[in-house]
């Protein structure tokens, strides 16, 4: 089989190098453009980059001169995948896929337009089937703490709940490489994000929704989110409380999240991971230091039900399964899919 | 006026520290013996403590030699403050007050016994009073969390609400200066610490509660508490969510809790903040960062009321408010109060 | 006595936030103005700085309205202190000095021209007399490394040595409030701090220098230095080594640094401190969350003398010694020395 | 060919995760036994770890019960690798060896002893013929970071220098998962670490020596060594001065540095870097969060020669080339020497 070729928009930056890592070595997805902003056009990566990922730059991209992100420029690949910042996006992705060019971004525009497909796999992917026959495939992937903290809804939404209340520790990775001052953060914690406490509910109702007519009706969740900042570098954790009136067998509810496999009918998704949720037993897990490592699982722990409380610790790479990695798994899919 | 004569077990460790600082210049209150465990017996104070407040030990502790935590070196003093830990407090503190000496304790045990006062000043300084007449006096503090926490629900408690829930981010220094390797701990969030989800509510229930025939009945609180511990120093932080079918008002809300100052018909509470509670409004405040500093004020911010859910962050210095200040403010309370 | 009427450039930075706490409670120096850069012109004070000092801000500031750097706008004070960054310095200072007006300076532009003392105080506040009968007075303060690590060296210089080797650890604090971010420096050491290595020894030499005719000529200092950047966010550290080939009697060297005092002959040094270097003799001092509060005061400790090698450690606190208490305490003696 | 069987002593700890991790796949070293303090003993691996390794536990390993570190519980393996803390390491390591059971061990005691080998493979593996004929082998290999900065010295002895002055920036990993609270380490330079600037010229000596009758005669070297503590986790950074009379041709010495391979004649040395020494161009590398991933090499960087000094910036991974990657290295280099 031919491999599908995609370009890289954002090379530069912390999502577009875990890419280019996970990439490196794909069986069948081939990426063979770095594009970046406009100052950094027709040097080569390893001298525009200031690579921070763990080990070196995968040999094959060291020398790869980076392009525009114009239509011009990324007309030959399958797919556009798309690392930039939201600023930098909202113009430049609409303007490839006017051009006829398939674009999935992680960018936050246009993430809950009712036509256009906001994928977290093992949530949704059959909302991809709204691309069917389309000529140009435009799918956006969740921002990094709605992504995590999905996924164990999936097992939640079904009880008879009053609210949701969430409360999540994000890390400093989450706002890029430059985004916050070391002085500014260190010992620290700030109690605010801004716009994160919106985004985290409308995007989860809309992964949660149904398909009718070709969009996309957002489910209703009821839903309270306080975003914090903690000094860690990699991991979104929440703390989740949900008031439920009917019992929860919690030996149950941990049964159903270790089993949860939507794609396992699926071969060839080389980044899905075999257990997407991973539920701890041991009190002080899951922990950003042991727990972010295999990216694409998120991790639950602490789950109780006490006066018709369920509390439950979720955590997840918030550059992985947040990030680089649903994009590449969204992309798998749609090979597998035949989109 | 002859000065309070104070003994301090426990004051080689953090908590033991900060009183020691807070009663350096302390106009009527004079502490005369500094003690510790066996082993440093003996020992210049200078000699034996790791110090690691700011600035220098206080010349006049520097060459005090330590004694004992028995009732035999510590009887010629008019109350014993003790920052001992749980362990080794149990039997030292029941031993002297079984000899007559009074004692005010930051240690867990005897918390919750229903006829000893557990103090936070200005929520429940009253129940002092169940001490009035008896010869000798033995006053606990509260944990550093509920200290803390318990401070604005003394305007929330009113409402006609469904439950709290509690996420509390918790600084390092509330395990003690050895309690958390830095490999453990740095870069990482821990979602579990032991003991403390319980002692919370249990304890802000007797802060409120209401005292019948010298004993202290808890208050009927509906609260989930979920503690982590954080990478960070100094400081603990809460996001509290509370479920209220009446509508609130915000603006009322933070006048209220800016304004309440139960102690302001006393003199010479000299740990008394003018302001207990302090609001703000900026979008990132509270942090630990900057508003640990005057160490007895807990800051709110955060403040809103949507879908019938008050949320607030709740910030304060857990070795100020959280134990050293309060354990002084109390006897100066009770020095005022004539007790 | 009338005040001394000053006005500070560069007020909503990390030095001048230091300035302004320094001067708040001065005796006799009285901080009028505060200027910013022209985005915050106009502004109230409270309004426009991200304040990040411990406490509040001093309340006569709060509502203080910025003003521009331009001497219009300074021309009525006694003296202009100035904590602007490099570049913003170099134009704004030469223009208040061409227009009569006193500047004393942090910033790096003309520090080494030799008509301009570059003051360390205790170092060489002889230098402050090629000032007399000079209208207007244009004062330099030296780098932060540069003036924390020269201290020592005035009881070291005059050893028959044959190289000085000093690897400097660096502060965060050092490169501004955000000029490091988190993920660039947090678990890391980064071994280059561009500019610095050249600035030490050329600083040092000059403030050891000499005068004749009115100018500085510097002093032959032999000295190699390498400069990292360390995750810490006050305190510059130095291990210093010293080819020696005579004999050191370090007791005698210890008592020399000690005793070190060259200002108790002056009255009214409100920010001198009575030790400005002081000796530790525990072999895990100085450390930087110990001893950098009281910020005049420079560090040393681990002295030794072995197979011809003269070795300490040297530690200061950047923002103090090494910036904000500098140029107070330069204006303090320039008083005093009737300048 | 039958696989080399060996046992871990110290399974547990930081060190001997690693181990675990570079024996997992081993393709003819086969760790078979895995043995821990004599609380452990009978317990399943995967129940008395404190597992910190990034991943999980592998798999085989999970299950397996310690056994204590007796001769009869290791007499059956080939080799038994020594992980312990030092105080255990002793009367145990010396048991088995005494019993005829070959041991290769990081642990401190004996590293200098003149007929046991200390061995930093690229560096001294002749070191290990005085074995051969032997009837039980007993290899040391050094203190982690004698082994990092010993590296870049095979191309520096050479010179007609005057003295090496060290100065090294240890990560707290080097102290063991426990060795450090984090309240004393956060935000901090201790500038003291007991014993290690003692051991760094010593252990260097030793691996820099030549043979005679079976023994080791150190090399004459002339070190200075500061060694502190600093808030990192991985990597010990060193910053070397060199004092040099005659003039280096720094050029020169970077391709000698980079080309350094003195084991390249050998096969199947699973955990020899192809480079040892990299020495990078950036004037702002090498950094701990960037170059400690590869774990055997040790980076250098800033090397210049200036006015007669000799300076270079060396990092390495404390844990893998100061630790578990060069026990399996000797290892692996003694099976090819078959020794």
Redesign the interface.
């Known amino acids: 089989m031919d491999k599908i070729k995609v370009s890289l928009l954002g090379a530069t930056g ?1 999502v577009g190098q875990k890419m280019i890592k996970l990439l490196a070595d794909h069986p069948y997805i081939e990426l063979v453009k770095l594009s970046a902003s406009d100052s950094r056009i027709g040097k080569k990566y390893s001298e525009t980059v200031k ?2 990922e ?3 730059i995968p040999e094959k991209f060291r020398d790869m001169k980076l392009v525009s992100t114009s239509p011009e420029d990324n007309k030959d690949v399958d797919y556009v995948l798309s690392a930039l910042p939201p600023e930098a996006a909202e113009p430049v992705e609409l303007k490839l896929v006017k051009n006829g060019i398939n674009v999935i971004s992680n960018a936050s525009p246009y993430r809950l337009s009712k036509d256009i497909p906001l994928i977290n796999p093992e949530i949704n992917f059959e909302h991809l089937r709204i691309l069917e026959g389309k000529d140009t495939k435009f799918v956006k992937n969740p921002n990094c703490t709605s992504a995590i903290m999905a996924m164990p809804l999936v097992k939640l939404l079904g009880f008879d709940y ?2 949701i ?1 969430l ?1 999540s ?1 994000q890390a ?2 989450g706002a890029g ?16 994000i801004h716009g994160e406490e919106e985004k985290i509910p409308a995007e989860i109702s809309k992964m949660y929704g149904t398909v009718q007519d070709g969009k996309i009706n957002g489910k209703n969740i ?1 839903m ?1 989110v ?1 975003s ?1 900042r ?4 990699v ?1 979104h ?1 929440g ?1 989740l ?1 949900m ?1 439920i009136k009917k019992g929860v067998d919690v030996e149950e509810l941990i049964k159903n999240l270790n089993n949860f496999s939507p794609l396992k009918g699926f071969n060839g998704l080389y980044n899905a991971p075999a257990h997407p949720i991973v539920v701890h037993n041991e ?8 727990d972010t ?2 990216g694409m699982e998120v991790h639950v ?2 789950i109780s039900y ?2 018709r ?1 369920l ?1 439950m ?1 979720i955590l997840g790479n918030n550059l992985v399964r947040g990030a680089a990695g649903i994009t590449i798994l969204t992309l798998e899919l749609m090979e597998q899919m035949k989109l």
Do not use: H
Request: glycine share 6%; no cysteine.
């Open positions: 912390m690579w921070i763990n080990g070196s009053d609210r209340s409360v520790m400093i990775s490489f430059s985004g916050l001052p070391y002085m500014s953060i260190d010992d620290n914690i700030i109690p605010y009821r309270s306080t914090v903690v000094p860690v570098k991991g954790m703390v409380n008031e009190a002080d897990r899951p922990q950003n230091a042991i490592y295999n722990g602490r006490t006066d409380n509390r610790v």
